[in-house]
């Protein structure tokens, strides 16, 4: 049986959990039938540990704010005939504690006890902070 892993990605671009559902709902985003993709070049060689649960958590303006479960992993090739990898997620995103996340190139992979935690239900609709505030509060420990 696998473990269970997470992936970490930079929603570049995106100013806010707001921005990033809106590009969601483009088709360009979306698979066939329907569900928010994120193409990348490489292909997660922890694809087993991904489908075990794992999601994407969303690193916006420094600061993960956000996550959706990994549903699936679906090849895609591009306009140039290069084999991509579609990470294909359930709709919609999960608030999670606003964690600082300095810039990184690609992907990561996120260990399940490093993964911040879900903001409780009564708080998921809440507004974001601006993302400077989010990244001063979890600095010094306020989430």
Known sequence: ????????????????VAGLEAWQSTKRAQTEDGFPRHITRMWPKRGDEILNGGSIFWVIKGVILCRQPILRLDEYLSADGIRRCAIVCKPGLIRVE?????AFQGWRYLPVADAPRDLPEGRQDE????????????AIGVR
């Open 1 to 16: 049986m696998s473990k269970t892993v997470h992936m970490l990605k930079l929603s570049v671009g995106t100013d806010d």
């Open 98 to 102: 606003a964690t600082p996340k300095r």
């Open 127 to 138: 507004e974001a902070l601006p993302p400077e505030l989010s990244k001063a509060l979890a």
